[in-house]
Structure formats: structure tokens, C-alpha cells
């Protein structure tokens, strides 16, 4: 982890655990706690610290894979709910994405572009025009089932349906939760650390929403920091980020950030420390202008992606 990043993980764990508390007595008037557990490092961490907060007995987990997902998802998900002995179920939603058309809504959208895409081909969406100081835009890979790649520029109507037949991947999972929520008396818990929930790297009334996100304040590099200081396990702890969304694997920098999340994070501290494009390019060993389309990228990404921040807009302010 960068110099810069370093932090007390013991008195963390200890303030996250008490504002946990907190909030669930003064705010959210819940008995417990519900996480999404995917395997990856966020809900990890967000699982452990709610233990930490509560105990095993009030946590509940719930592992959602789908057609589509990696097998290594479901292995460490219930890998972690075993180490840290919560309850949980696992539910797949395959077939309630099938019933609603997530895969032919976006097989349609891919044959849009590429017509021969057929049964077993697999497919993702890269982004690209960032680091080098331009438009972010998409491009759509497929891969055919001779593993042959192919890649084209995205249209934007195609970019808009793809995308929004994957979001139903997060939404319906996020349905599922708030019915175990509800049947419990418990609050849900968000997982997002501190570069997706800045930079709006996740879908609204999807993963994006929850009733309590312990881990918003923290960038990634210091959620894999305490992952270990906390004993996960090691599988976990190594794993890097995916989106775990596309058939072809994807990195979280691939699909949507200008550079993988250690280099991502620090560039993002730089920023909201208000440091200079040089000092950036000297710390990440980077030239100037590199540094400085960062620095545009984060500024897009948040002015760009506000909406997913905003709460539901009244005509005339309502006290409570």
C-alpha cells in the first residue's frame, strides 16, 4: 500500500464497529445486518466488519450468483461466510434473469453490432479516450467459441441497452436482500470503498443502494489492508477486482477506471488532497500529462456520474 494511504487499521476497525452500533441503534432502529456477499474484497471486508460490530448471530449473508458468474465467486463467498460463521443462503438468480430478458436484451444489442454473435461466444465492455485526455467511450469485445477476439467501437444506443439489461444482475440481487432485510428486521449493508463510491462505480437501486456503507471512507488499497490485518482468507485477501459482470473477465480498470486500483487510489487521495498534476506524475512515476488527464477523468467521472449520488428530486422541500 502507498506511504500515503497507511492508516491505523486496529482503531479503525474499532471506530467503524462503534458507528455500526450506532446507527443501528439511533438511526436505523434494526436488529442486525444483511450482506451481499460476492467473494470479491469489498463485501468481504463489509461482512467482517459487521461481525466485528455485532457478531456472527446477527449477520446474514447472501450469495447471488447467476448464469454468468465466475465459479470463484460463489468458492470464496462461501469461503468467507464459513470463516466468519454467519448464517447464510445462497440464491441463484439465473433464472429470474432469463425470465425478465437481461441476456436476450443484451444478446440482441451485441448482435447489433456484431450479427454473427451466437450461443457460446462471451463478451465485454472496455473503456478507452481517459488516460489519453479524451472522451471516455466503448468499445464491445466478443470472443467466439474458437476464443477468436473480436473488437468494434460501441454505439451509443447499443452501449445504453447493454449496460442496462446488466443492471438488472445488481437490482434484482439487491431486491433479495432487502426481502431477507425485511423479513428479519435488519438494515442492509452497501459495500462500495471510497474510489467506486466517488467516482459513481455502481448501479442505482442496484449495488448502490443500502441502508449503511461502513467502508465508503476507505480506499481500496486500505479495504485489502485490513481484509489481512483481519484474517480473511488468504484467497480472498490476494484476489484481484473484477466486475464479475461479462461473460469475458474483466478488471474493474478495464471497464471503467484510467488505472488499476493502486495507482487509481493514490491519484485520487493526490486529487482530494489537492495536489499538483507534477506531484501526482512524480509519486506514480508517470509524465505530467498522464497525471493530468487523470485528474480530468475523475472530474468527468464525478460530474458525469452525480446522478447516481442524488436523492429522488421534490418539487416543494417537505420537512420531517
Not at 233 to 250: F, G, R, S
Not at 281 to 295: G, H, I, Q
Request: aromatic fraction near 10%; proline fraction near 3%.
Amino acid at each position: 500500500m502507498n506511504k500515503h494511504l497507511h492508516i491505523d487499521l486496529d482503531a479503525e476497525i474499532r471506530s467503524i464497529s462503534d458507528s455500526i452500533r450506532a446507527a443501528l441503534r439511533n438511526k436505523l432502529h434494526r436488529r442486525g445486518l444483511v450482506v451481499a456477499i460476492s467473494g470479491g474484497i469489498d463485501s468481504s471486508v463489509a461482512s467482517a466488519l459487521s461481525v466485528e460490530a455485532l457478531g456472527p448471530s446477527k449477520v446474514f449473508g447472501v450469495l447471488m450468483p447467476e448464469t454468468e458468474s465466475s465459479s470463484k465467486s460463489l468458492e470464496r463467498g462461501t469461503q468467507l461466510a464459513e470463516h466468519l460463521g454467519i448464517n447464510y443462503v445462497v440464491k441463484d438468480i439465473g433464472d429470474t434473469l432469463r425470465a425478465i430478458g437481461c441476456y436476450d436484451e443484451r444478446d440482441a444489442a451485441i448482435r447489433s453490432v456484431f450479427p454473427e454473435y451466437a450461443d457460446g461466444w462471451k463478451n465485454k465492455i472496455v473503456i478507452s479516450g481517459g488516460l489519453d485526455g479524451r472522451i471516455n467511450h466503448f468499445r464491445l469485445v466478443v470472443q467466439d467459441s474458437a476464443e477468436t477476439t473480436f473488437e468494434k467501437a460501441l454505439p451509443l444506443n447499443a452501449y445504453l441497452t447493454i449496460v442496462a439489461a446488466t443492471n438488472y444482475k445488481q437490482r434484482v440481487r439487491k431486491t433479495i436482500e432487502y426481502f431477507h432485510a425485511d423479513r428479519l428486521n435488519y438494515a442492509v449493508v452497501g459495500t462500495p470503498n471510497r474510489l467506486e463510491y466517488d467516482q459513481g462505480f455502481f448501479v442505482k437501486n442496484g449495488d448502490g443502494s443500502a441502508d449503511l456503507k461502513p467502508i465508503a471512507h476507505l480506499y481500496k488499497s486500505q479495504v485489502y489492508a485490513l481484509a489481512r490485518y483481519m484474517g480473511l482468507p488468504a484467497e480472498i485477501c490476494a484476489a484481484e477486482p473484477t466486475t464479475d459482470t461479462y461473460t469475458l473477465k474483466q478488471g474493474q480498470d478495464e471497464f471503467y477506471f484510467a488505472l488499476p486500483y493502486r495507482q487509481m487510489d493514490v491519484a485520487l487521495y493526490f486529487y482530494n488532497q489537492g495536489s499538483s498534476a507534477g506531484d501526482l506524475a512524480r509519486e506514480l512515476s508517470v509524465s505530467e500529462e498522464v497525471a493530468t488527464n487523470v485528474y480530468r477523468d475523475i472530474e468527468a467521472k464525478r460530474r458525469t456520474t452525480e446522478y447516481q449520488h442524488l436523492r429522488p428530486v421534490l418539487i416543494q422541500e417537505i420537512s420531517l
